[in-house]
Structures are given as C-alpha cells and as structure tokens.
C-alpha cells in the first residue's frame, strides 16, 4: 500500500470516530473529567457540522470558493488536527509534563501528515487542506485555553486507556467511513437535484 495511503487511514472517520467516543466515554466516566467530557462532544460535533456544511454548500447549490479552487473544508485534515492533538491532551495528566507534551507533539506531526497525504494523494486542492488545517488547529487552540488548569492530576491507570485506544485503531484503521455517499444522498435530497455538483480534487470527506 503507498505510503500516503497509509498515512490518510488515520484522518478516516473509521478510525477518529470511534477514538473520539472512546475519548468522551473515559471523560464522562469521571465527575473530575465530566465537564471537560461534554465540551469535547460539542467542539467536535461543531468542527464536523462546519465541514459537512461546506461540503453540502458546493454539492447541492455549488456555492465554493471558485479562486482559492475551494469546494469544502477537507474533512480528514481537520478533524485529525482537531482530535490527534486533544487526546493525549484531555486523557494524560498535567503532572506527566514531558509525556503529555511528547504525545501531543506526535498528535500534531500525525495531523500535519494526514494533512500532506490528501495533497498526495490528490484528492483535495491546497487550500481546502489549509482552510481545513486552519478550522482544526483553531478549535484546538480554543479548546486548549478552555482546557488549562482543568485536567485532573490523577487519571486511569495508563495501560487501560492505551488498550482502549489501541482496539478501535486495530479494529477500524484500513477501513472507509461512508462519509461521501452520506453527503451525496443529503445534497440529492435537500437540493432537489438529480445528481451533485463535482469538482475534483475537492470531492473526498
């Protein structure tokens, strides 16, 4: 498999989804965490509303941003910048300074190359990875503020986070969320249209 591919399978909602619910699940849990738990669940419900609204701007009516060559925000970079960072964030606890600071540096560096693999790749224009990387790492960097002083300094044992973690990654990394059929059948449906407007690259979630 080419080395792009294998670096786009960790923007795919197969995979962030199910290590979001997995995230929300272990902030939840805790009355410590809960807050910080339901704050995750709005932002990136929002980032996701935000890109599948672009997206269903230019796919139903082609509304897009002819110059820039926009159709859309690119799904896999935002969402990667949003959720990859903000994992090691919300689950390590403050008092693991350089492990916490490690780990979201990787999260970063996995975003960013999901971000290089769809200009790789093809399937997206430069600036829907830019806008894309842009709409992520600024609800990460809201998050951030909002999240400062709040992380507990105790958290669950480390290797259970790290096994519950690892499950949907070695259950789901590899596979492709529907995402675009989903979004072709709701722009058919609330446009009238018989078929969606295309434009390539700029035509993958």
């Given at each position: 498999?080419?080395?792009?591919?294998?670096?786009?399978?960790?923007?795919?909602?197969?995979?962030?989804?199910?290590?979001?619910?997995?995230?929300?699940?272990?902030?939840?849990?805790?009355?410590?965490?809960?807050?910080?738990?339901?704050?995750?669940?709005?932002?990136?419900?929002?980032?996701?509303?935000?890109?599948?609204?672009?997206?269903?701007?230019?796919?139903?009516?082609?509304?897009?941003?002819?110059?820039?060559?926009?159709?859309?925000?690119?799904?896999?970079?935002?969402?990667?910048?949003?959720?990859?960072?903000?994992?090691?964030?919300?689950?390590?606890?403050?008092?693991?300074?350089?492990?916490?600071?490690?780990?979201?540096?990787?999260?970063?560096?996995?975003?960013?190359?999901?971000?290089?693999?769809?200009?790789?790749?093809?399937?997206?224009?430069?600036?829907?990875?830019?806008?894309?990387?842009?709409?992520?790492?600024?609800?990460?960097?809201?998050?951030?503020?909002?999240?400062?002083?709040?992380?507990?300094?105790?958290?669950?044992?480390?290797?259970?986070?790290?096994?519950?973690?690892?499950?949907?990654?070695?259950?789901?990394?590899?596979?492709?969320?529907?995402?675009q059929q989903l979004l072709?059948?709701?722009?058919?449906?609330?446009?009238?249209?018989?078929?969606?407007?295309?434009?390539?690259?700029?035509?993958?979630?």
């Amino acid at each position: 498999m080419p080395m792009w591919l294998l670096i786009t399978a960790f923007g795919d909602c197969s995979v962030l989804l199910p290590v979001f619910l997995v995230t929300a699940a272990w902030l939840i849990s805790r009355a410590v965490t809960r807050r910080n738990g339901l704050l995750w669940i709005l932002t990136v419900f929002i980032c996701i509303a935000v890109v599948g609204l672009s997206k269903l701007m230019y796919m139903s009516w082609d509304i897009g941003i002819p110059g820039l060559d926009f159709s859309g925000f690119s799904g896999h970079t935002a969402l990667s910048s949003l959720i990859w960072p903000l994992v090691p964030a919300l689950l390590i606890p403050e008092r693991n300074v350089l492990l916490r600071r490690t780990a979201i540096a990787l999260g970063v560096l996995l975003a960013v190359g999901v971000a290089a693999s769809r200009l790789g790749l093809g399937v997206h224009s430069i600036s829907e990875v830019i806008l894309g990387g842009m709409l992520g790492f600024g609800f990460t960097a809201g998050f951030f503020f909002k999240l400062r002083n709040t992380t507990p300094r105790n958290s669950a044992p480390a290797w259970q986070i790290g096994i519950s973690l690892l499950l949907p990654l070695l259950l789901c990394y590899g596979h492709t969320f529907p995402s675009q059929q989903l979004l072709k059948h709701i722009a058919i449906s609330v446009s009238g249209h018989d078929t969606v407007f295309n434009n390539a690259p700029g035509t993958h979630y």
